[in-house]
């Protein structure tokens, strides 16, 4: 086995939530974020510093890492690889250690993106200056993005990763941002572009031609026989834009059970499969996206049998027709739906319906008045959420009111002047039609 490792870093709060129609609120991404951790997931890419509505949801989630409720796993933030946005980042989100920088590097994007105010070589040189500032104001490992990198040349993608290492850039992100690449394709890419310009490789697959996960195996198995770290970029339950991103349980069961990796490639020990199971179940409850009941791992059928030949060759003996265990994700635990009466919490919920949920958790409360602080937050993320608390929600609240009070808060940027501060003086009978 090769001395060098595989990775995790999940984008579900980065490029999941850019899902069209559909999204996260900043407590189901810190949610999202926590279960991850428990995972052993080595980094969270948790949004984008420069954008003002994640202010408050980046800082507090900082503090959880600080406190340790997130024990293992860093969190990064994205950016465009501009001098520019490295410092809006820092201003909005001072303790932010980790970051990934992204570029255009394609002939089609930078033409078709910058009409010509840009070149390649402008693209490297934006790209080194980010990297130095990030490091300036106090950033401890900055990546760099590619994207497109499907469709620029590998020469190109060498002279870029090399020039950002030198600048001190730890890792260099591959982006097949249209789901272009294939498997034969992308690992001849990463072999070489580890051998030339010796930096760890993270690879970030859409799934466009259904090939998100095949390929990041195969890019990570490049990078890796090309002799540097390989770091491939999931999502929970595939989501992301389009067809969506390569899949965590799916890109963490392949190295681990497949034929051709099984034993060969060294996954990152921190993993812990059985939490991918309660993982990709608060995800899919998030986002309001069922999981296909014919998903790997996960769906509800992924170990059901029923054909006459399937299911006695199970019962003899369940190695049969599974390759892996349910009990290994988590699964196995039986699912209790209350029939008859029940009591729920939410924006209108008062104090005793609010009490007794508490109670089945097992949480007591000192007073009256902790009891009382806890109820208003509780409505306030039944309103935030728009969905009914579960009971992770309900004990992290509990557990972390003050950081889950700042997630809950946003300040709009809303600042009137010329046109927009004359219509709003002058209209004040104004009706919407």
Same mark, same amino acid.
């Given at each position: 086995? !090769?001395?060098?490792?595989?990775?995790?870093?999940?984008?579900? !709060?980065?490029?999941?939530?850019?899902?069209?129609?559909?999204?996260?609120?900043?407590?189901?991404?810190?949610?999202?974020?926590l279960y991850l951790d428990e995972l052993g997931v080595a980094q969270s890419e948790f949004g984008f510093p420069t954008t003002k509505h994640e202010i408050n949801y980046l800082n507090a989630n900082l503090e959880l890492?600080?406190?340790?409720?997130?024990?293992?796993?860093?969190?990064?933030?994205?950016?465009?690889?501009?001098?520019?946005?490295?410092?809006?980042?820092?201003?909005n989100v001072p303790k932010l250690k980790f970051m990934n920088l992204s570029a255009s590097t394609s002939p089609q994007m930078i033409r078709g993106k910058f009409g010509g105010k840009k070149t390649p070589a402008d693209?490297?040189?934006?790209?080194?200056?980010?990297?130095?500032?990030?490091?300036?104001?106090?950033?401890?490992?900055?990546?760099?993005?590619?994207?497109?990198?499907?469709?620029?040349?590998?020469?190109?993608?060498?002279?870029?990763?090399?020039?950002?290492?030198?600048?001190?850039?730890?890792?260099?992100?591959?982006?097949?941002?249209?789901?272009?690449?294939?498997?034969?394709?992308?690992?001849?890419?990463?072999?070489?572009?580890?051998?030339?310009?010796?930096?760890?490789?993270?690879?970030?697959?859409?799934?466009?031609?259904?090939?998100?996960?095949?390929?990041?195996?195969?890019?990570?198995?490049?990078?890796?026989?090309?002799?540097?770290?390989?770091?491939?970029?999931?999502?929970?339950?595939?989501?992301?834009?389009?067809?969506?991103?390569?899949?965590?349980?799916?890109?963490?069961?392949?190295?681990?059970?497949?034929?051709?990796?099984?034993?060969?490639?060294?996954?990152?020990?921190?993993? !812990?499969?059985?939490?991918?199971?309660?993982?990709?179940?608060?995800?899919?409850?998030?986002?309001?996206?069922?999981?296909?009941?014919?998903?790997?791992?996960?769906?509800? !059928?992924?170990?059901?049998?029923?054909?006459?030949?399937?299911?006695?060759?199970?019962?003899?003996?369940?190695?049969?027709?599974?390759?892996?265990?349910?009990?290994?994700?988590?699964?196995?635990?039986?699912?209790?739906?209350?029939?008859?009466?029940?009591?729920?919490?939410?924006?209108?919920?008062?104090?005793?319906?609010?009490?007794?949920?508490?109670?089945?958790?097992?949480?007591?409360?000192?007073?009256?008045?902790?009891?009382?602080?806890?109820?208003?937050?509780?409505?306030?993320?039944?309103?935030?959420?728009?969905?009914?608390?579960?009971?992770?929600?309900?004990?992290?609240?509990?557990?972390?009111?003050?950081?889950?009070?700042?997630?809950?808060?946003?300040?709009?940027?809303?600042?009137?002047?010329?046109?927009?501060?004359?219509?709003?003086?002058?209209?004040?009978?104004?009706?919407?039609?």
């Amino acid at each position: 086995m !090769n001395n060098k490792t595989i990775y995790i870093i999940d984008v579900t !709060n980065r490029d999941g939530v850019q899902t069209s129609r559909l999204g996260l609120s900043k407590l189901q991404k810190t949610m999202v974020n926590l279960y991850l951790d428990e995972l052993g997931v080595a980094q969270s890419e948790f949004g984008f510093p420069t954008t003002k509505h994640e202010i408050n949801y980046l800082n507090a989630n900082l503090e959880l890492k600080a406190c340790g409720a997130i024990k293992n796993m860093n969190l990064s933030g994205w950016m465009r690889a501009l001098e520019q946005d490295v410092t809006e980042a820092f201003k909005n989100v001072p303790k932010l250690k980790f970051m990934n920088l992204s570029a255009s590097t394609s002939p089609q994007m930078i033409r078709g993106k910058f009409g010509g105010k840009k070149t390649p070589a402008d693209i490297i040189e934006d790209s080194v200056k980010a990297v130095k500032k990030a490091y300036e104001l106090g950033a401890e490992m900055v990546g760099v993005n590619a994207e497109d990198a499907s469709r620029t040349s590998l020469d190109y993608l060498i002279e870029f990763a090399s020039a950002v290492k030198a600048a001190g850039a730890k890792r260099f992100r591959y982006c097949d941002t249209l789901g272009y690449d294939s498997p034969d394709v992308v690992y001849e890419r990463f072999k070489k572009l580890a051998q030339s310009a010796g930096i760890d490789l993270e690879m970030h697959f859409h799934n466009d031609l259904g090939m998100a996960v095949a390929n990041s195996i195969s890019a990570a198995q490049g990078a890796i026989d090309g002799g540097v770290n390989a770091y491939i970029n999931t999502a929970v339950n595939g989501m992301g834009e389009r067809a969506g991103n390569a899949d965590l349980a799916c890109c963490i069961l392949a190295i681990l059970k497949s034929s051709g990796l099984s034993g060969k490639y060294k996954l990152d020990p921190k993993i !812990n499969l059985s939490k991918i199971w309660q993982t990709a179940k608060y995800t899919s409850y998030a986002f309001g996206v069922p999981i296909p009941i014919n998903y790997p791992a996960v769906g509800g !059928n992924a170990f059901a049998h029923e054909s006459g030949i399937h299911a006695d060759g199970a019962l003899k003996d369940r190695r049969n027709y599974e390759l892996y265990d349910f009990q290994e994700l988590g699964r196995g635990e039986p699912e209790i739906v209350e029939t008859g009466r029940m009591i729920t919490t939410g924006e209108y919920g008062g104090i005793r319906g609010f009490r007794d949920v508490y109670d089945k958790l097992s949480i007591t409360f000192k007073d009256e008045d902790e009891a009382r602080n806890i109820l208003e937050l509780v409505r306030c993320a039944n309103v935030h959420t728009q969905m009914p608390l579960v009971e992770s929600e309900l004990k992290f609240i509990y557990y972390h009111p003050d950081i889950a009070a700042k997630l809950m808060t946003m300040t709009p940027f809303f600042n009137p002047s010329e046109k927009l501060a004359e219509r709003i003086d002058e209209d004040k009978t104004r009706t919407f039609h």
